[in-house]
Structure formats: C-alpha cells, structure tokens
C-alpha cells in the first residue's frame, strides 16, 4: 500500500506569496494531521481532521495559515502571506483510530521563505 | 514547561554498546505513549508503543515509571543502522499525541 503522500517535496518561495501544501493520507485513514518541525520547536501539531472535519486547529499559528479537507483523500495547507519564520517542514500523517494513537507520517516538505 | 522533554544529546557510542534514553512527561493524564524514530532528512516512523508492563522488541527495551513520569528506551548492542534521533511521544486520552524534540544518537565503528 501506498504511504502518505505529499508534495510539493521542497518549496523555497518569496516573502509575502502564498504557499499551498497537499498531503494525500493512506486510504482507508479518517484522521490526518498537519505538523510542522523546526529544530527550535520540534515536532508541533497543527490542526486535525476526522472524516474530512477540522476537530482541533488550536495550533495553527494565526490568520495567515488556513487548512482543508475537501474530500477523505486530499488536504491543503496554506500559508498566505508567507514569511521567513514559517520556513520548516511541515508534515502530514494519518491514522484510522484517532488522535491518541500512533500516526503514519508522509516524508515532509520542506519550505524555505526568503 | 514543555509537556515532553528528552535530553537532546547527542549520545555518541561505539558499536556494540548499550545506551539509553530517558523522557519526563508532564501530564500525569497522559495514558498512550511511544518511541518514534527520525532518520536525517526523513519523517518520524514508530519504533514501540511503551506499555505499563515494559515491552521489549528485540535489541529495543521500553519501560514506564508512572509515578516518576518518565518513559525509558534502552538499546543493546548497538548498530550502526541505529544512528538517528529518538522521539519520546505522550499524550492525553482524546486528544493529540505531544512529541519531544528528540535524542540523537550517533553509533561509530
């Protein structure tokens, strides 16, 4: 079976454009998270979704970060305007037994703001 | 205070060797915890859930103190291939696993 898939892999972009990640999570998972990791931070959750609702945004920094779920398959996040502080990877993973549980993650993309 | 917490290292040990990380939790909730490995460049895969009982998956011993909060990962007879960073996960029942930063191990020959 196909893992979490998500692209672009590696993003470098110009302050003030907007970014868009996608994450497509293994097939038959209900639950998908967002993080982002910084060596500063770590390993942050950003938002989670279960059967394609948003349970839990309360880590999603400000306004300028918007995440969705339209359909069991895909995921956006997106950061408009984007700034240098943003650059890190964000990840996705999946599960099918919620959020207490041991997750499956995607390899990572890796955004640099300039 | 950060809800996990993991000597960051590194811990830097010859092949061969037996080495182990501790991890503090600070939420005497917490009731799901586990040992996920990060390679270089790469993203985090579990290792081991940690169960009250202790659980060993062969050269990988996980222990859990409850009373003192802390979570244990021993390695014996280290490889090569175990070069990477250990993350300590806990969480609360219902809600979303809390990762630490992570220990880094490197294994040298």
């Known amino acids: 079976d196909a893992g979490v898939i998500q692209s672009p892999r590696h993003e470098v972009t110009e302050m003030g454009q907007e970014v868009t990640l996608r994450c497509k999570p293994i097939s038959g998972h209900d639950y998908l998270f967002w993080y982002r990791q910084t060596m500063m931070r770590g390993l942050e959750l950003l938002i989670y979704?279960?059967?394609?609702?948003?349970?839990?945004d309360s880590g999603m920094p400000e306004d300028r970060f918007s995440a969705k779920m339209p359909n069991a398959s895909f995921s956006t996040l997106k950061i408009q305007p984007s700034e240098p502080r943003d650059s890190a990877v964000y990840f996705c993973a999946s599960n099918r037994r919620g959020a207490s549980y041991e997750q499956y993650f995607g390899p990572g993309t890796r955004l640099t703001v300039t | 205070r950060k809800e996990v917490e993991q000597d960051p290292g590194p811990f830097n040990v010859p092949e061969g060797a037996t080495v182990a990380f501790n991890c503090t939790y600070s939420?005497?909730?917490?009731?799901?915890f586990f040992w996920y490995r990060q390679d270089c460049r790469k993203e985090p895969k579990l290792l081991m859930s940690?169960?009250?009982s202790g659980n060993e998956d062969g050269r990988f011993t996980a222990q859990l103190n409850r009373a003192s909060q802390y979570i244990s990962l021993l390695i014996r007879d280290s490889k090569l291939s175990d070069s990477a960073t250990y993350l300590c996960v806990a969480n609360q029942a219902g809600t979303a696993l809390i990762f630490g930063k992570g220990t880094t191990l490197s294994v040298s020959s």
């Open positions: 939420n005497s909730a917490s009731q799901s």
């Open positions: 979704f279960n059967n394609n609702v948003p349970i839990d």
């Open positions: 940690v169960y009250s």
